[in-house]
């Protein structure tokens, strides 16, 4: 079994920056990649940033591009999401996603509880 905390988000004005958490645990913690989710009211999920866990390489979404910053701390089983100029449209629950065998974030994949970022104009 993993487990994900998420912690971070909060209200914050348009232009400012908040950085997320997902701390993970478990007995047989091992991840593939670790990404961040974001979903507003009415709409899917969309994968926001994904890292490969021991490689690095990351990937970003269109949408946050140039602004936000996926990174990882081995030692420490954590993931982050450093986010800067936040827009209004930035606003979502975010959530943190462990993929542990190599299939992406289907079904086998943990996922944290989901953290609220309001992004005021």
């Known amino acids: 079994q993993v487990q994900l905390v998420e912690s971070g988000g909060g209200l914050v004005q348009a232009g400012g920056s908040l950085t997320l958490s997902c701390a993970a645990s478990?007995?047989?913690?091992?991840?593939?990649?670790m990404g961040w989710f974001r979903q507003a009211p009415g709409n899917e999920r969309t994968l926001v940033a994904t890292?490969?866990?021991?490689?690095?390489?990351?990937y970003l979404a269109d949408s946050v591009k140039g602004r936000f910053i996926i990174s990882r701390d081995i030692a420490k089983n954590t993931v982050y999401l450093q986010m800067n100029s936040l827009k209004p449209e930035d606003t979502a629950v975010y959530y943190c996603?462990?993929?542990?065998?190599?299939?992406?974030?289907?079904?086998?994949?943990?996922w944290g509880q989901g953290i609220q970022v309001t992004v005021s104009s």
């Open positions: 890292i490969v866990w021991y490689g690095g390489m990351s």
């Open positions: 996603a462990v993929d542990t065998t190599g299939a992406g974030y289907g079904s086998s994949a943990y």
């Open positions: 478990g007995r047989t913690f091992g991840a593939s990649k």
